[in-house]
């Protein structure tokens, strides 16, 4: 028989005694009040009951100290080890008169894992100590972060030090967020990822491609794609590995790319407007005296032009937000007279591929504070990717309405080939394309990045839904004036000016 089989059978034994004794002396008292007193019987009942009840009350009290006894040394001892308790004393098995033997094996029990936890501890600070020193990461070709559970650096080998021209020694002990200045391509940053897991997981993992690392004195800038494994309340403290693999040379080329695909369309600029000024004179001198063919014809050459003149305002607009040098300027706009003013400036596009532009808006929304030239941008890409998606689709639809949380918004549904989910997460990522309808769908994978770009920086948001086969809709929404007036009675100027920033900072410290 067990030590626990032993104290459950003697309380057991000692509580049916004690009931037992308990009922022979209320019979007894009644027996004797019967035989030797004249009492009447309902009160001979009465006292009874009471007496009863005092009895079990007296039993209860000191029969519940006497059961506890057991569970109260054990929790002594467990308060004794307990880091966060100081001063309570191990408990003293002699004063345990039931279940000594239980008790004095359980706390024998909590003493040994007390004696492996402060072990496992002090090996665990000695192994932390002794990375700097001996760790085999030491010889990892890749950059290599190891953060504890407050993100600071408890371990930096050899090649992240030398990646970001950091002495080791100088990296130490200190807060990630001050050492590692990282941008990304879009909110979802290494920053809000890991409070995120930190409060839902045990282990998680994620990447992120194209971030952006800047170097403090005069260092160029790194730019890598980072992967990142988390390990809470793990024995060595790494809760945050953080592996860093250099793309620098690659996506710098892409940048460069960029900024010298804009340097020459800027000189296309003054022809393209030529271009387009004579077809419009042509227009108005030839209307009515052209056949049909050459009328078509007339029609898809201004289409043509007014593409080309989007695509160059796009390739200029994305090298000035990755300079950090495209300024809007916010100002009270009609939203509907923009909207169908954008609609229009497009619709010549839409008629050269039989396509009908069906635009509905709500009445009476109010005014926005927008940036109207960028924001037509914004829906000009919108409308021209739903009209090189819609595939044998006849019609897209615009709708403009206000949300329940006060803001409007604005959708751009197609029915034609939609968007595949495994795409879906960096559909706002620059020159990012689907590769399998790269081919047959032109286009520069900049549209999108640099409309998200515009329309955060009007303090909206721009999403899209979609379902592959079954078309997509993409919707982005503008803040009404009346809630940007105050920010703009601070101004002291006329209008808001707002940067669009292509690239988010990793940490509040560091945003804008």
């Known amino acids: 028989m ?18 037992i004794l308990e009922n022979l002396l209320i019979v007894g008292i009644w027996w004797y009040a019967q035989t030797y007193y004249i009492i009447d019987t309902s009160l001979l009942a009465l006292i009874s009951l009471t007496l009863g009840l005092a009895l079990a009350l007296v039993i209860g009290w000191l029969s519940a100290d006497y059961v506890l006894q057991p569970l109260k040394a054990i929790w002594q001892a467990v308060l004794h080890l307990s880091p966060t308790e100081h001063g309570v004393a191990a408990p003293v098995l002699e004063d345990v008169k039931l279940g000594r033997e239980l008790v004095a094996s359980l706390t024998s029990q909590i003493y040994q894992l007390g004696d492996v936890a402060k072990t496992a501890t002090t090996e665990g600070e000695e192994t932390v100590r002794d990375m700097n020193r001996n760790f085999v990461a030491h010889n990892m070709p890749l950059p290599l972060f190891i953060l504890d559970d407050s993100e600071t650096i408890i371990f930096v080998n050899d090649a992240a030090s030398k990646y970001i021209g950091i002495a080791s020694t100088d990296l130490l002990g200190k807060n990630v967020y001050m050492i590692l200045d990282m941008s990304f391509p879009s909110e979802d940053t290494f920053d809000t990822w890991l409070k995120e897991v930190k409060l839902h997981k045990a282990t998680a993992s994620n990447s992120w491609e194209r971030v952006r690392l800047n170097i403090r004195d005069n260092h160029p800038t790194l730019l890598f794609d980072l992967a990142v494994y988390y390990n809470r309340d793990n024995v060595q403290k790494m809760d945050t590995m953080l592996v860093l693999f250099d793309h620098t040379k690659q996506y710098s080329q892409d940048e460069q790319a960029v900024s010298f695909i804009a340097l020459s369309v800027h000189e296309l600029r003054t022809p393209l407007t030529l271009l387009r000024g004579y077809i419009e ?19 898809k050459m ?21 300079n950090d040098q495209l300024e809007l300027h916010l100002q009270e706009t009609d939203w509907q007279k923009v909207l169908l003013s954008a609609v229009d400036m497009i619709s010549l596009r839409a008629k050269v591929r039989g396509i009908n ?89 900049l549209g999108l990045y640099l409309s998200k770009a515009i329309v955060t920086a009007h303090g909206g948001n721009l999403w899209v839904r979609s379902k592959e086969g079954e078309g997509s809709t993409f919707g982005f929404t503008l803040v009404p004036y009346a809630k940007l ?28």
């Not at 309380?11 to 009931?19: F, Y």
């Not at 007014?306 to 000035?320: D, G, K, S, W, Y």
């Not at 709500?362 to 941008?377: F, I």
């Open 2 to 19: 067990n030590h626990l089989d032993k104290i459950r059978n003697l309380i057991r034994h000692r509580l049916i005694l004690l009931i």
């Open 281 to 299: 004179v042509l227009e108005d001198e030839l209307e009515g005296k052209l056949d049909p063919d050459i009328q078509d014809f007339m029609l």
């Open 302 to 322: 201004r289409s043509s032009a007014e593409q080309l003149t989007a695509f160059v305002n796009n390739i200029l607009n994305v090298a000035r937000v990755d």
């Open 357 to 445: 532009l069906e635009c509905n808006v709500a009445p009476d929304l109010p005014t926005v504070g927008v940036d109207s030239l960028s924001v037509r941008e914004v829906v000009n890409n919108l409308i021209d990717n739903a009209i090189k998606y819609s595939g044998q689709s006849t019609t897209i639809k615009i709708d403009a309405h206000m949300t329940q949380d006060g803001m409007v918004e604005t959708t751009i549904q197609d029915f034609g080939l939609g968007i595949s989910s495994s795409i879906m997460p960096n559909l706002f990522t620059k020159f990012y394309r689907d590769h399998r309808n790269r081919a047959q769908i032109g286009g520069t994978g």
């Open 485 to 512: 007036a105050e920010e703009l009675k601070h101004s002291g100027d006329k209008d808001m000016v707002r940067g669009a920033h292509g690239w988010i900072k990793n940490h509040s410290m560091y945003r804008r």
